[in-house]
């Protein structure tokens, strides 16, 4: 199963690829990851992406698609994946459209009130990634990673001013897709303010069945 996960910042994206990747045994494709992790290395790409993932701003097209591209050239992509943050623009779904045949786009619906609350106590590992919220999902000790060990922090981009910056270029930007993948048969709706098993069994019941 190819999928696209479509949705604003904080809609529990992440957190519902990485289970549903590992519970269909298909790997999640986290264009946000891949970017962090070259900002954590100081790659040549992480110097160019850091301040404009800090200020909420999108990545440029051409640089997001190549390496998208490049991903998911890789045997591990071949019989199915989650692409988790992409595409994010008209122009990155073009491209996705010339190099790979998709199966179904989960649109998550969630307010804004919701997503400010949930990306307002998010924590990430540092080592793995592994996401968890001060109050909905908290590690089984503060601060430490429940998978790895690692240390949680809070996001650079996870700061107020960088969270309404990130929703209002989702709605200029992205939201967009949305009718994009109606037209082409493909979008399918999930609710994602409801508990993330609650998630899981619709996508399930909509994909799986
Ligand atoms: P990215 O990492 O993709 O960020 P995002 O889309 O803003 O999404 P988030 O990671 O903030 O949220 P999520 O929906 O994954 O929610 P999560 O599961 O963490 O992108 C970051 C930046 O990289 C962009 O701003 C841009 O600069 C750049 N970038 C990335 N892709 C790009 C592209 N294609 N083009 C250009 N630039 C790009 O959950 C959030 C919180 O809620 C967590 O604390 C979680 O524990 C909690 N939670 C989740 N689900 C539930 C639930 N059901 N109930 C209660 N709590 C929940």
């Not at 793995?128 to 240390?151: L, M, Q, S």
């Not at 709706?189 to 609650?198: I, Y």
Request: aromatic content about 6%.
């Amino acid at each position: 199963m190819k999928l696209i996960f479509l949705g604003p910042p904080g809609a529990g994206k992440g957190t519902l690829a990485g289970l549903v990747g590992k519970q269909h045994k298909i790997p999640q494709i986290s264009t946000g990851d891949i970017f962090r992790e070259a900002v954590k290395k100081q790659t040549e790409l992480g110097l160019k992406v850091k301040s404009i993932m800090e200020r909420g701003y999108l990545v440029p097209d051409e640089l997001t698609i190549n390496l998208v591209k490049e991903r998911l050239s890789r045997e591990d992509a071949r019989k199915g994946f989650i692409l988790d943050g992409f595409p994010r623009t008209i122009p990155q779904a073009d491209a996705l459209n010339s190099f790979q045949v998709i199966n179904a786009v989960i649109n998550f619906q969630i307010n804004d009130d919701i997503v400010i609350r949930r990306l307002s106590g998010r924590r990430t590992c540092r080592s793995c990634g592994a996401i968890y919220h001060i109050e909905n999902r908290p590690p089984k000790t503060e601060g430490i990673c429940d998978n790895c060990g690692g240390e949680l922090y809070v996001r650079d981009d996870d700061r107020v001013d960088s969270i309404k910056k990130r929703i209002e270029v989702y709605k200029n930007q992205t939201e967009p897709l949305i009718q994009y993948y109606r037209e082409k048969y493909l979008l399918k709706n999930v609710d994602a303010s409801v508990s993330v098993e609650h998630s899981i069994e619709e996508m399930n019941r909509i994909l799986w069945t």
